[in-house]
């Protein structure tokens, strides 16, 4: 699941980047840069970079309650909150295809197609740190990174053997994330770059993927 949640993070990421005039759906505080860069020079997607951090963090709140509330009532969180995730995907796809290409990513039906996939990661992220804690993060690669090279340097050094065995299993992990996200983000451009628009039908079948592996794991569990 990881896995597939950070394929996911890095097409989705990659997608609305390329198509929306610099708007990051996943890793949403970027849009402070691509902001700023839309202010100095004057182009367009300042406002769905402007509402792009208070909907993800709306987003976030709202799944918190969603989730506590589906658990006090005994119902399936975690597969509910995907389910959820994989409909805003399928509806920013629907959005995409519909009225895309996109000229103004500030238009109404660019702005609704952004802020939807900017609410299904949100989804994914608040997912990934309530149910999947252990696992390495999925939408932002930056402080994975920084782990990695720190357990590469230290295991260059001498290390006790319990240190050590952490240490790669932790980087095997972590590797195996980048890597993930590194494709996702390939298959987007390159996708993109050849069907255009039509790129957006990808990340609902990677959603309807990660439940499928979600099912797979709550019903061997309960053999």
């Known amino acids: 699941m990881p896995i597939l949640l950070s394929v996911t993070a890095g097409y989705v990421d990659t997608a609305g980047y390329v198509a929306l005039q610099g708007l990051f759906t996943a890793h949403v505080t970027g849009n402070f840069v691509t902001l700023g860069a839309s202010l100095a020079s004057g182009s367009a997607g300042a406002l769905a970079k402007l509402l792009a951090l208070p909907t993800f963090c709306i987003v976030i709140i709202l799944t918190r309650w969603l989730g506590r509330g589906l658990q006090a009532r ?22 995409a295809l519909r009225f895309g290409p996109f000229s103004n990513s500030d238009s109404i039906p660019a702005l609704i197609t952004g802020l939807t996939l900017v ?37 260059m050094r001498n290390m006790p053997a319990e240190k050590a065995e952490a240490a790669r299993a932790r980087l095997t992990r972590m590797t195996a994330s980048v890597l993930a996200f590194a494709t996702g983000c390939a298959a987007a451009a390159l996708l993109y770059a050849q069907v255009s628009i039509y790129c957006f039908l990808v990340p609902p079948l990677l959603g309807i993927g990660t439940l499928m592996f979600r099912m797979a794991a709550f019903e061997d569990a309960g053999r």
């Open 74 to 95: 005994g119902w399936p969180a975690l597969r509910t909150l995907l389910t959820l995730k994989v409909a805003l995907l399928a509806a920013a796809a629907a959005l």
């Open 119 to 155: 609410s299904a990661m949100a989804i994914q992220n608040a997912v990934q740190r309530i149910h999947l804690g252990s696992s390495p993060p999925t939408t932002l690669m930056t402080g994975t990174t920084t782990q990695i090279m720190i357990d590469i340097a230290d295991l």
